[in-house]
């Protein structure tokens, strides 16, 4: 069985910022990630030959973290715009912003990027976590891609860090035999979550020339009215030379709310398209291709405004990601960061790279 220092689930932004941290101060890490990528909510389809991004709709330097991470990525991101609009009343209002940055070959190149080097096990999911006598948690770990046949189905370590959102979180550690105690597990089961729909939609070369002249020249369009229909984004606008316009739809988490556990999911994306369709252009509801993804947990509702919860009963173990820290991707780099100055406190007290992170991973 693989023995490790610290286990990270999840390779999310926060996951993978720790892990970076961690195996740079010389510790021995693995990531046990179920998918089959990296970047969790920044993420990128495949669809044909384009590349489309149904997540994490841009970067913005709202914060330090985020503004070191924009400029250690470098040429791998891209301005996109520094205007976003909203549709109100049957009319469009410019929103300045902040520059808001893009990857031009996907947003989950962010998380490609915070991956590099790191130990990352695909196509597993934990099924169980539980302490040992030894001083080692021990984890039993589901197949979920069959693609990865090497990859084993355990591994223990001396501490882990449970970087997955807080519905799935709970899942592990409310089950008695992780003996969590109960106070940090009742944090956790108070949090909840808003769902998305992303639909993704590409249309024929003919449709280049509405959306040139569109007036005003947007490229992301929120709809604060409504109950069904929250963001358009024009994901072509990303892309260097692109074929054929493709465009991404989220909805409202009240919209979402309804389509949580049916399988069909072509029924909600028409009706999202429609809306779209009777606000934008008229021919939003007639794509050449759509396909429809469920973001189960896109945002928690209302974090629990510390950097991360922590325990060492029975053995070390850091909670992180958006439900610790505000939803923002500074909040998440910030809770990643310091989960691994906490698992470093409770082990070796290492030098960890702090604030040199951005600097090593740029070099890379």
């Known amino acids: 069985m693989t023995q490790v220092d610290i286990i990270v689930i999840g390779a999310g932004i926060a996951g993978l910022i720790c892990a970076q941290q961690l195996r740079r101060g010389g510790y021995s890490v693995v990531v046990v990630e179920k998918s089959r990528g990296v970047g969790g909510r920044a ?68 998380g490609k990027f915070l991956a590099a080097d790191l130990d990352i096990w695909f196509g597993r999911r934990v099924e169980s976590i539980t302490p ?109 030379n692109p074929k054929t316009p493709i465009l991404v739809f989220h909805s409202t988490p009240e919209f979402a709310r309804q389509y949580l556990d049916v399988t069909d999911l072509e029924t909600p994306g028409r009706i999202l398209l429609q809306t779209a369709s009777d606000r934008l252009f008229s021919w939003l509801n007639s794509p050449e291709w759509m396909q429809v993804h469920r973001w189960r947990y896109a945002f928690c509702q209302e974090s629990l405004s510390t950097p991360c919860i922590t325990t060492i009963t029975p053995l070390p173990l850091v909670g992180a990601g958006d439900w610790c820290s505000p939803k923002s991707i500074n909040g998440v780099l910030e809770s990643g960061m310091a989960a691994a100055d906490w698992v470093n406190s409770q082990l070796q007290k290492r030098r960890l790279p702090g604030e040199q992170i951005w600097q090593l991973l740029a070099a890379d």
């Open 132 to 240: 040992q006598d030894n001083g080692c948690w021990f984890l039993d770990l589901a197949i979920t891609a069959d693609n990865y046949p090497e990859t084993p189905q355990n591994i223990a370590a001396k501490a882990v860090v449970v970087a997955i959102p807080a519905p799935q979180a709970l899942i592990l550690l409310e089950s008695p035999a992780a003996q969590i105690p109960a106070a940090l597990v009742a944090q956790i089961r108070s949090l909840n979550y808003n769902p998305s729909l992303a639909v993704m939609a590409g249309y024929g070369e003919d449709k280049w020339a509405a959306l040139e002249n569109r007036n005003p020249l947007w490229k992301g369009v929120e709809f604060p009215e409504g109950d069904r229909l929250e963001w358009v984004s024009l994901d072509s606008s990303r892309r260097q």
């Open 43 to 110: 993420a990128t389809r495949r669809v044909g030959g384009d590349r489309v991004d149904h997540g994490l709709r841009y970067l913005q330097p709202t914060g330090e973290t985020v503004g070191k991470l924009i400029t250690a990525m470098g040429s791998d991101l891209q301005l996109w715009t520094d205007t976003i609009y909203q549709f109100r009343s049957g009319e469009f209002h410019p929103s300045p912003m902040q520059r808001l940055y893009i990857c031009p070959q996907g947003m989950n190149g962010v």
